[in-house]
């Protein structure tokens, strides 16, 4: 009843921070607490390790990469994104197995699994937005002049950030793949947080209530303001410290950037191959594809997240109240 009780108010708050318009906040709660979820379910129990890594395995493997359009081009920069996540993820895993204890083991799986469930619904999200065909070839300097700029900073740096460096990693796996797009955005993030790890900002305070003014134009420059925003508000009340505040601010920001000069180049190289079309009967009034910024379709996606996270969250406590 007590774990019942404490998942019920969680999934409340998240659904009051939706009701606020901070979806991907909910949603990344909801991913966070639907991992503690699968904690809780496993218990005492032994934990099977190799099936573990052959279902997330057998997940990553399944995932269909959306084409990219004009119209769902950062839907499907998001999507790709997070399968490399969840490819390196479990990479590291299976090699550092042995150095691990069971359960470290065992969470790292559960971020790679969640990360291949959120990779198909925003695959599946581009799939539904029609549009002309995006070249992502168009993209290769960029990514190449991105990526020597995010490494010249971590080589400057006097101490290195591992998450940082983390993605850049990714970064250059990205790129050697062609998915120039995901190597932008994660050179992006890379940069990004290496300088705010080597800065010393005086007053993160001001900064980030400097970065909290304005607006951001891009999908996922909205999306991570939104939550920028939240953590902001959090932190003027005294619950967090303004540091990731002014992180995912500046993150925001940057991020807003990238996807301006990613247009900007999709734009100049314009692909003339045909419309792709949506997959569903359409209307005249559907054919008018909805643009990457609408914030509905935002909604949309992190109540998608946080339905599948309280799904997952009350299968494992009525699994455990059937146990008993």
Known sequence: AGLRDYFSK???????????????????????????????????SKVDLDGSMQDVQKCVSSLSVPSKTAGN??????SDLRRIWAQKKLN??????????????????????????????LAAQADGIAGEKANESALSELA???????????NAATKPDYDALWHLGNGYDANKSGEY?????????????????????????EAA?????????????????GQGLY??????????????????????????????????????KKSETATVPRQSATSAKQEKAPTPQDPPLSVVLAASVLILGIAIIYRVVKGRRNAK
């Open 209 to 225: 209530e400097k970065l909290s003014q304005g607006a951001r134009n891009s999908l996922w420059g909205k999306i991570y303001y």
């Open 92 to 121: 590291e895993t299976v090699e550092n197995r042995a150095d691990r204890g069971g359960y470290t083991t065992l969470r790292d799986l559960l971020f790679a699994y969640s990360w291949c469930g959120i990779s198909r619904q």
């Open 73 to 78: 081009f950062h839907w499907a920069t998001g």
């Open 10 to 44: 969680e999934i409340e708050k998240y659904y009051s921070l939706l009701s606020l318009g901070y979806p991907f906040t909910a949603a990344n709660a909801a991913f966070l607490l639907s991992i503690d979820a699968e904690y809780v379910k496993i218990g005492d």
């Open 144 to 154: 190449a002049q991105k990526l020597a700029e995010a490494e010249e900073t971590m």
């Open 231 to 268: 953590l902001y508000s959090e932190a003027k009340e005294g619950k967090f410290t303004p540091t990731d505040a002014y992180r995912i601010l500046k993150y925001s920001s940057e991020l807003d950037k990238a996807a301006a000069e990613i247009d900007k180049e999709l734009l100049k």
């Open 181 to 205: 797009a995901a190597a932008i955005y994660e050179a992006t993030y890379a940069e990004t947080m290496q300088k705010i790890a080597s800065e010393n900002v005086e007053n993160l305070t």
